[in-house]
């Protein structure tokens, strides 16, 4: 069955770099992209941006061009999202999550059917 | 960007009622060519991640009850419950992902009376 395992979590101090990783299994990694969503504490959830596996190629939501870098490692099914520049608004759980398949979207935007557990990234002096 | 609205914020809805949940976007959602609607539904439960229950406005999800179900075109969606369960206490979301970046509703917060 398809899963995403996400990093545990991170408590950075503020100006900070953290990258949190997502290993996918029970699937072709390289088949399907990696989206990442962020939810912080008590709010609705924000998508920040995707990675194709196969090619590398992302796409970021203008928010987060500049400040959070998308990569992976296709020989251990794995893709990373970092985040620098740290401030206490970053404070929020991070998702990665899979694209459901080219069923579930429409030009690379897409409805998104599995997720990881989520990692809480913590910012605070 | 695509606005995503959902009314009401919250609801409380008796075990075995019914709960609707309104979305509303900004800009149709509907891709003519393929007459299909680009709007999901997740479901959240407390400190888990969301759960997709609905694509294209209105197909479940692989194993999703069919108490869940989708309505809706262009801009304006529903999704409701038809006889609330206790398992269905959770905050629900709408995204489209008609258009880049998606975007999501704010949610929706449904409570048992």
């Known amino acids: 069955q398809v899963q995403l395992v996400q990093s545990g979590a991170e408590v950075k101090k503020p100006g900070a770099s953290v990258k949190v990783s997502c290993k996918a299994s029970?699937?072709?990694?390289?088949?399907?992209?990696i989206h990442w969503v962020r939810q912080a504490p008590g709010r609705g959830l924000e998508w920040m941006g995707w990675?194709?596996?196969?090619?590398?190629?992302?796409n970021l939501a203008q928010k987060f061009q500049g400040s959070v870098t998308l990569t992976r490692d296709t020989s251990i099914s794995t893709a990373y999202m970092e985040l620098s520049s740290l401030r206490s608004v970053d404070t929020a759980v991070y998702y990665c999550?899979?694209?459901?398949?080219?069923?579930?979207?429409?030009?690379?935007?897409?409805?998104?059917?599995?997720w990881g557990q989520g990692t809480l990234v913590t910012v605070s002096s | 960007d695509i606005v995503m609205t959902q009314s009401p914020d919250s609801l409380a809805v008796s075990l075995g009622e019914r709960a609707t949940i309104n979305c509303k976007s900004s800009?149709?959602?509907?891709?003519?060519?393929?007459?299909?609607?680009?709007l999901t539904w997740y479901q959240q439960k407390p400190g888990q991640p969301p759960k997709l229950l609905i694509y294209?406005?209105?197909t479940r999800e692989s194993g999703v009850p069919d108490r869940f179900s989708g309505s809706g075109s262009e801009t304006d969606f529903t999704l409701t419950i038809s006889s609330l369960q206790a398992e269905d206490v959770a905050v629900y979301y709408c995204?489209?992902?008609?258009?880049?970046?998606?975007?999501f509703g704010q949610g929706t917060k449904v409570e048992i009376k």
């Open positions: 294209w406005a209105s």
């Open positions: 800009q149709s959602v509907l891709y003519s060519s393929k007459n299909k609607n680009y």
């Open positions: 990675i194709n596996p196969h090619s590398g190629g992302t």
């Open positions: 995204q489209q992902y008609y258009s880049n970046p998606p975007t």
């Open positions: 029970g699937y072709t990694f390289t088949g399907y992209y």
């Open positions: 999550a899979r694209e459901g398949g080219s069923g579930y979207c429409l030009n690379a935007v897409c409805s998104l059917s599995h």
